[in-house]
């Protein structure tokens, strides 16, 4: 059973930074993609930024520029760095990790940090 754990939010200022971890309970390299989804108060969980397995990023418009997806395959640990942070950006973030084949799909969440960024 794939376990994740998110660490590293908690309460910044306008304009801060957070770097978030997620650690894994095995190699992230079992994994074909891992990512970042946050979900704020009433709204929808939305996808932040994700990374597969060879290395390639994606990131939602909102982020771009300001957060940075990375790994650290020795530590079995993914990597959210977040810079000028906005008031928008609140939010319980989740670590998510996808193993799978051709014709299915598994994925595995992790409990969620909370992130709040003061004005």
């Known amino acids: 059973q794939v376990q994740l754990e998110e660490s590293g939010g908690g309460l910044v200022q306008v304009g801060g930074s957070l770097r978030l971890s997620c650690a894994a309970s095995?190699?992230?390299?079992?994994?074909?993609?891992m990512g970042w989804y946050r979900q704020a108060p009433g709204k929808q969980r939305e996808l932040v930024a994700a990374i597969t397995r060879r290395g390639s990023t994606n990131y939602a418009d909102s982020v771009k520029g300001r957060f940075t997806i990375s790994r650290d395959g020795a530590k079995n640990t993914m990597y959210l760095q977040m810079n000028s942070l906005k008031p928008e950006d609140t939010a319980v973030y989740y670590c998510?990790?996808?193993?799978?084949?051709?014709?299915?799909?598994?994925?595995?969440w992790g409990p969620g940090t909370q992130v709040t960024v003061s004005s």
């Open positions: 998510k990790a996808e193993t799978g084949g051709t014709n299915y799909r598994v994925d595995y």
């Open positions: 095995g190699s992230i390299f079992n994994f074909n993609a």
